[in-house]
């Protein structure tokens, strides 16, 4: 299928829709209400800090909703405005948000359910209105969706897009596409769609193993039994690997990206030589700003004496579990909630410790004087930030003054 060519085409379609259908200002109004938040201006404008009594909050100096989540967000609002009557659909979450997906939900906008591990579109008629979220949607189902004679509202963040197009240079060189990303992911799945050829690679760890490969060569069945739900069918390690591209998982952590791309430079040079270096290897800078200043900002703020780390978002967002990354190797206590409901009590919160489930945690709340680090994934409202710092407040039997 070429790719390119559908896209051109589906763009140039009366039924594709890119751009907002001029409800901005009314829409602007709602998300205020509903996402932002006084109190966290009030700590942006005092140079990210508050202190109340015993509890001195910091917040890192770029958290929360990113651009690309804002206008996914503004237009899937103003799609349910333009659209009143009709049948509104989502391919998936709008952003990796549970308080933002459930807004959606109470204005009848349904989603797309997932049925033995595949997405059911049988309950899409001709004619309904389906949104594609700020991660993007496969070919597959975009095509399927413009057959169907749906009108297409697609909120694909402009960086996804970015790494769409340089997937598309892969594929016209005839390079494999390495994705630094998870394989069943969302993105991924979508960037994917647009390769000829790819593999997925989670981290540098896994970098190494296929750069030994290149090198020197190895057990076929072992490479496969390890990738084999993260490549490209018939991909073959031994013919595939010889022209590579470099492309990412936009939420991932920006220094493991660029140390793969190092890494894979390095393997192609070794292995033909500079002079032939081009034509086995291409990487372009495909890392996401949003992605870096919050990384970036975190980075910042787990140098300062903090007590405990609470990293707000949706448990299934990657930008968000690799801001608790950071906190755990620098050894913080660190909790990941969704939202303020994990937090019962002084003794008690419910939170995801990294790769494992939710889980309970006694007594996380110090007595006395305490310094708490809060930082927020892309897809968190400043609202649900509020909410923590307010819960805070209370549970230390301080007094909150916005």
């Known amino acids: 299928m070429d790719t390119k060519a559908f896209k051109r085409?589906?763009?140039?379609?009366?039924?594709?829709?890119?751009?907002?259908?001029?409800?901005?200002?009314?829409?602007?109004?709602?998300?205020?209400?509903?996402?932002?938040?006084?109190?966290?201006?009030?700590?942006?404008?005092?140079n990210y800090r508050l202190q109340r009594g015993n509890v001195s909050i910091r917040l890192a100096e770029a958290f929360g909703f990113c651009w690309?989540?804002?206008?996914?967000?503004?237009?899937?609002?103003?799609?349910?405005?333009?659209?009143?009557?009709?049948?509104?659909?989502?391919?998936?979450?709008?952003?990796?948000?549970?308080?933002?997906?459930?807004h959606l939900?109470?204005?009848?906008?349904?989603?797309?359910?997932?049925?033995?591990?595949?997405?059911?579109?049988?309950?899409?008629?001709?004619?309904?209105?389906?949104?594609?979220?700020?991660?993007?949607?496969?070919?597959q189902e975009m095509?399927?969706?413009?057959?169907?004679?749906?009108t297409i509202v697609d909120t694909t963040c402009p960086w996804v897009s970015k790494v769409w197009n340089t997937v598309e240079k892969h594929k016209k060189g005839d390079r494999t596409s390495i994705i630094h990303g998870k394989y069943n992911h969302e993105e991924?799945?979508?960037?994917?769609?647009?390769?000829?050829?790819?593999?997925?690679?989670?981290?540098?760890?896994?970098?190494?193993?296929?750069?030994?490969?290149?090198?020197?060569?190895?057990?076929?069945?072992?490479?496969?039994?390890?990738f084999g739900r993260a490549c490209s069918s018939g991909f073959d390690p031994d013919q595939d690997l010889e022209q590579i591209g470099i492309a990412n998982q936009t939420t991932m952590l920006k220094g493991e990206t660029e140390q793969i791309g190092k890494l894979f430079e390095c393997t192609m040079m070794k292995k033909y030589g500079p002079a032939?270096?081009?034509?086995?290897?291409?990487?372009?800078?495909?890392?996401?700003?949003?992605?870096?200043?919050?990384?970036?900002?975190?980075?910042?703020?787990?140098?300062?004496?903090?007590?405990?780390?609470i990293v707000i978002g949706g448990f299934n967002s990657s930008n968000t579990t690799h801001l608790q990354e950071i906190a755990i190797e620098r050894g913080i206590p660190s909790y990941h909630i969704d939202s303020v409901a994990r937090i019962s009590s002084p003794n008690c919160i419910q939170h995801k410790p990294l790769h494992?489930?939710?889980e309970v945690t006694e007594n996380w709340l110090p007595d006395g004087e305490i310094v708490v680090g809060i930082t927020s994934g892309a897809s968190t409202p400043d609202k649900a930030v509020a909410d923590v710092v307010e819960k805070i407040f209370e549970l230390k039997g301080v007094e909150n003054r916005v």
């Open 143 to 150: 095509q399927l969706l413009n057959d169907k004679g749906c």
């Open 9 to 46: 085409s589906l763009q140039h379609s009366e039924n594709y829709h890119r751009k907002g259908f001029g409800h901005e200002a009314e829409v602007a109004s709602t998300l205020q209400l509903e996402y932002q938040s006084n109190l966290v201006q009030q700590i942006r404008d005092h």
């Open 276 to 309: 032939q270096l081009n034509q086995h290897f291409l990487s372009f800078n495909t890392i996401c700003d949003a992605t870096q200043e919050r990384q970036d900002a975190m980075l910042q703020l787990v140098d300062e004496k903090l007590d405990l780390m």
């Open 68 to 102: 690309g989540v804002e206008r996914a967000v503004a237009m899937a609002y103003e799609t349910r405005q333009h659209f009143p009557t009709q049948r509104v659909w989502i391919t998936n979450e709008i952003i990796h948000n549970p308080s933002v997906n459930q």
């Open 105 to 139: 939900r109470n204005m009848q906008v349904e989603f797309i359910e997932v049925k033995a591990g595949q997405k059911d579109f049988s309950g899409v008629a001709p004619g309904d209105v389906v949104i594609l979220p700020a991660f993007g949607a496969s070919v």
């Open 356 to 358: 494992r489930n939710l």
């Open 188 to 226: 991924t799945i979508a960037t994917s769609s647009f390769a000829a050829k790819y593999l997925v690679l989670l981290n540098l760890q896994e970098a190494e193993y296929v750069s030994n490969y290149i090198l020197n060569g190895g057990n076929k069945a072992e490479f496969m039994a390890k």
